[in-house]
């Protein structure tokens, strides 16, 4: 017996429903983004291995998915190498692709490879799936979407405040309301490691600090205390973990921290820069709000940070993210190029809005009239008036065999086509349509201009 087709953990076969609300999520992402003025790219699914490893820290990369040379790929591993099974020294020579991971990475490279092709700033959107060798989870997927718009060649903080409306534009479109955009500056995190004695564990600082949320307080400090950071630099974090209060208040209070490091107070200086244009500029229906433990575990971040939580009750992580990179196109060779970009979880704010019940409900509206199948001479007068209903922009189709009227009935019924229309030898030589409303069960004979009518 032939074993059930399955498909690999981490990824999903998508209805036509489906589809359809992830088509309407991505068009009102894709309409703000070019409201706001980004042009659109798109980058291979795979790049060279080197483009990617080594960009999203040691544990970004031991989630990237690497694909195995074509042909014979073990010919360049050595005997010796092959039975140390040393995967460092084995998989630069069995693998020169990967998947990509995000976005971003692949965006400098496009960056740095067309620079004399760019008229910079240079502000893109990009729409594609990516790929991470993650445990799946409700949330969580090894293919997603990632939804990008990002801006190169410019340091002005005003890159920044207006990525903070284009959230909020792209949340009200979406009527979801609610949505906190947490904002915080890896120069903050500088200083704070700069202050606690760890400048040269900045990295692992960070990456701990970005899972308080997930794993709580007491797990983040063990995680730093294996990571050799001092019992005395974990004390002085303290007053992080419960610093509370407005913006304003919080800042306040990273001042007195941050007093002694230049890098931590230029972090605060942004921060209020964009802190006052949002306020003067107002949000629709976002609320922006300080998160000093926010690092986001990415290490070309170098400036303000962002992140996206839902609305309060619904459970699911960031439904989006982002931040300000001055050094990521200098890996490729191009220095001095400033971005900063932010994403939107496509599959996230897919769940977050079917828990709430906020998709329209027309958005699967797929057939709108099937037309039964009588035979040949009625299905060619059924067809006729099919063309004609599609170049009105009705969605008309006809039941493609000759089979029992209950079975054509059934099939509308069950992919919920709201009407069927109904032409034999009466039909044809009155030219007449009987149209047949599925839900009521009402029946009219109709000339043709009043059956488009009907129908639209």
Same mark, same amino acid.
Request: glycine share 8%.
């Given at each position: 017996?032939?074993?059930?087709?399955s498909?690999?953990?981490?990824?999903?076969?998508?209805?036509?429903?489906? %589809?359809?609300?992830?088509?309407?999520?991505?068009?009102?992402?894709?309409?703000?983004?070019?409201?706001?003025?980004?042009?659109?790219?798109?980058?291979? !699914?795979?790049?060279?291995?080197?483009?990617?490893?080594?960009?999203?820290?040691?544990?970004? /990369?031991?989630?990237?998915?690497?694909?195995?040379?074509?042909?014979?790929?073990?010919?360049?591993?050595? /005997?010796?190498?092959?039975?140390?099974?040393?995967?460092?020294?084995?998989?630069?020579?069995?693998?020169?692709? +990967?998947?990509?991971?995000?976005?971003?990475v692949?965006?400098?490279?496009?960056?740095?490879?067309?620079?004399?092709?760019?008229?910079?700033?240079?502000?893109?959107?990009?729409?594609?799936p990516v790929?991470?060798?993650?445990?799946?989870?409700?949330?969580?997927?090894?293919?997603?979407y990632?939804?990008?718009?990002?801006?190169?060649?410019?340091?002005?903080?005003?890159?920044?405040?207006?990525?903070?409306?284009?959230?909020? +534009?792209?949340?009200?479109?979406?009527?979801?309301?609610?949505?906190?955009?947490?904002i915080?500056?890896?120069k903050?995190?500088?200083?704070?490691?700069?202050?606690i004695? +760890?400048?040269?564990?900045?990295? /692992?600082?960070?990456?701990?600090?970005?899972?308080l949320?997930?794993?709580?307080?007491?797990?983040?400090?063990?995680?730093?205390? !294996?990571?050799?950071?001092?019992e005395?630099?974990?004390?002085?974090?303290?007053?992080?973990?419960?610093?509370?209060?407005?913006?304003?208040?919080?800042?306040?209070?990273?001042?007195?921290?941050?007093?002694?490091?230049?890098?931590?107070?230029?972090?605060?200086?942004e921060?209020?820069?964009?802190?006052?244009?949002?306020?003067?500029?107002?949000?629709?229906? +976002?609320?922006?709000?300080l998160?000093?433990?926010?690092?986001?575990?990415?290490?070309?971040?170098?400036?303000?940070?962002?992140?996206?939580?839902?609305?309060?009750?619904?459970?699911?992580?960031?439904?989006?993210?982002?931040?300000?990179?001055?050094?990521?196109?200098?890996?490729?060779?191009?220095?001095?190029?400033?971005?900063?970009?932010?994403?939107?979880g496509l599959?996230?704010?897919?769940? %977050?809005?079917?828990e709430l019940?906020?998709f329209?409900?027309?958005?699967?509206?797929?057939?709108k009239?099937?037309?039964?199948?009588?035979?040949?001479?009625?299905?060619?007068?059924?067809?006729?008036?099919?063309?004609?209903?599609?170049?009105?922009?009705?969605?008309?189709?006809?039941?493609?065999?000759?089979?029992?009227?209950?079975?054509?009935?059934?099939?509308?019924?069950?992919?919920?086509?709201?009407?069927?229309?109904?032409?034999?030898?009466?039909?044809?030589? !009155?030219?007449?349509?009987?149209?047949?409303?599925?839900?009521?069960?009402?029946?009219?004979?109709?000339?043709?201009?009043?059956?488009?009518?009907?129908?639209?």
């Open positions: 017996m032939a074993q059930k087709p498909i690999p953990k981490g990824t999903r076969d998508f209805n036509a429903v489906e %589809v359809a609300k992830r088509s309407y999520i991505m068009n009102i992402i894709k309409e703000q983004f070019e409201l706001y003025g980004f042009q659109p790219i798109e980058t291979p !699914s795979f790049e060279n291995s080197d483009t990617l490893m080594g960009k999203y820290g040691d544990e970004g /990369d031991r989630l990237i998915f690497k694909i195995l040379n074509s042909g014979d790929y073990l010919k360049k591993v050595s /005997d010796e190498e092959y039975t140390s099974k040393t995967e460092t020294r084995i998989t630069p020579k069995i693998s020169e692709k +990967a998947l990509r991971y995000d976005l971003t692949p965006f400098a490279r496009y960056v740095v490879q067309h620079q004399n092709e760019i008229e910079f700033p240079f502000k893109r959107y990009q729409i594609q790929w991470r060798a993650d445990r799946p989870q409700k949330g969580r997927f090894r293919e997603f990632q939804c990008d718009a990002d801006v190169v060649g410019s340091k002005s903080l005003f890159q920044e405040v207006e990525f903070v409306q284009l959230y909020d +534009a792209v949340f009200t479109a979406l009527d979801l309301k609610g949505v906190t955009i947490k915080n500056n890896r903050i995190l500088s200083g704070i490691a700069e202050v004695g +760890a400048q040269d564990k900045l990295i /692992d600082f960070t990456v701990a600090l970005d899972k949320d997930k794993i709580g307080e007491e797990k983040v400090k063990e995680e730093m205390r !294996s990571k050799g950071i001092s005395e630099g974990i004390s002085k974090l303290q007053p992080l973990f419960s610093l509370e209060g407005d913006f304003g208040t919080q800042v306040e209070s990273l001042k007195s921290i941050l007093n002694t490091s230049e890098v931590g107070l230029k972090g605060i200086e921060l209020e820069f964009i802190d006052a244009a949002i306020s003067s500029l107002g949000l629709k229906t +976002a609320i922006l709000q998160d000093v433990t926010l690092a986001r575990g990415l290490n070309y971040y170098t400036g303000a940070i962002f992140e996206v939580a839902g609305p309060e009750g619904v459970k699911m992580g960031s439904i989006g993210g982002g931040g300000r990179y001055d050094d990521l196109t200098s890996i490729f060779g191009k220095p001095d190029t400033s971005g900063v970009g932010i994403s939107f599959d996230r704010i897919y769940l %977050v809005l079917e019940n906020l329209p409900e027309t958005i699967a509206d797929a057939t009239v099937l037309f039964i199948n009588f035979g040949d001479k009625e299905a060619m007068a059924c067809l006729q008036a099919v063309t004609k209903l599609r170049q009105y922009g009705v969605k008309a189709e006809l039941y493609p065999d000759s089979a029992k009227m209950k079975k054509q009935m059934t099939h509308a019924d069950r992919r919920s086509i709201p009407y069927v229309v109904l032409v034999g030898e009466e039909e044809i030589n !009155s030219g007449m349509y009987t149209l047949k409303n599925m839900q009521t069960g009402e029946q009219q004979k109709l000339k043709f201009e009043e059956l488009l009518a009907a129908l639209k």
